[in-house]
């Protein structure tokens, strides 16, 4: 498991080649499957298309890089339509998002997320409570089974995922 942000700005490496062929600039988020279906590279220059590797087309996600077999892996979003479909929610959109349980309390902000690998499931949200409440307390991981809805706005989660915060900023 893996928080969103450790990718964010790792170098994409080209098996066939040993070169660089990007860096991850954003991880894209299908909702409804809770999974990373793609990262979105770091543009040169300031026309081009957002470029995307689907995520099933990685090699690998280490530590201090992620590996494709070769450049071909490369695809523009707007040429690939079963990705742009499903391109309403990425990692960096996701944060800063409030998020409420069902009843209506708000328990603080999405951080971060948190990302299984080599799957690409979606596993949890961090949440933040402000900056005392992170600095005293920590932040707290909720698990993706207490969430209901990820919304254009906010996120939604379960009374349990409220009991399940409180227990972690006591």
């Keep these: 498991m893996r928080k969103g942000r450790e990718l964010l700005s790792l170098p994409v490496i080209s098996l066939d080649t040993g070169t660089r062929v990007g860096q991850i600039r954003d ?19 300031w026309l081009r298309e957002a470029q995307v590797i689907p995520f099933e087309l990685l090699v690998s996600v280490g530590q201090d890089a992620v590996t494709v077999r070769d450049r071909e892996a ?3 979003l707007d040429a690939a339509s ?5 391109a309403k929610d990425s990692l960096l959109k996701t944060r800063g998002k409030k998020v ?9 902000t999405v951080e971060d997320m948190v990302v299984g690998i080599p799957e690409g499931r979606v596993a949890g949200l961090e949440l933040s ?3 005392i409440n992170d600095v005293m307390k920590g932040r707290a991981i909720l698990p993706e089974s207490d969430i ?3 919304g254009e706005d906010a996120m939604v ?4 995922g ?9």
Excluded at 82 to 86: F, Q
Excluded at 102 to 108: I, S
Excluded at 157 to 160: A, L
């Design 129 to 131: 409570g402000g900056i």
């Design 82 to 86: 079963h990705l742009h479909e499903h």
């Design 162 to 170: 409220a009991g399940f915060w409180q227990q972690a900023q006591m």
């Design 157 to 160: 989660v379960s009374k349990s």
């Design 27 to 45: 991880l894209l988020i299908d909702t409804s499957t809770r999974r990373v279906f793609g990262v979105v590279l770091e543009h040169e220059g």
């Design 74 to 76: 490369i695809v523009t």
């Design 100 to 108: 409420f349980t069902a009843d209506g309390t708000e328990l603080g």
């Design 148 to 150: 209901i809805i990820f």
